[in-house]
């Protein structure tokens, strides 16, 4: 339902886009947006999105990513710039969807993992 892409290996410095396109039963998003986890670490969240409200960052992130959403495609993309060694994770997007007109149920989706290395 999430397909995520755009990952790969940069060096520090570099930038690179991330791509979550959502697909299937799809009536409505409310929000998507960006986690990563990191080898030994929990998840955490990167950059969310809402359909009518302002982009939320974790502080490592603001100043170097920007996260925007495509409504009419149902796709999230995240630009980050400026990659850290610390930036290297697993990046997952996540957006919370109504398949149904008729259902007043939100689901969380995920989509696979895509990993992001910052090396030299």
Known sequence: Q?????????QPGESLR???AASGSIFDIRAMG???Q???????LVAA????GPANYANSAKGRF?????GAKNTALLQMSSLKPEDTAVYSCNA???EYPWSSTWSSYW???TQVTVSS
């Open 34 to 36: 960006w986690y990563r």
């Open 18 to 20: 991330l791509s979550c």
């Open 66 to 70: 920007t996260i925007s959403r495509d």
């Open 49 to 52: 999105i809402s359909r009518s």
């Open 96 to 98: 919370e969807v109504r």
């Open 111 to 113: 989509g696979q993992g």
């Open 2 to 10: 999430l397909q995520a892409s755009g990952g790969g290996l940069v």
């Open 38 to 44: 990191a080898p030994g670490k929990q998840r955490e």
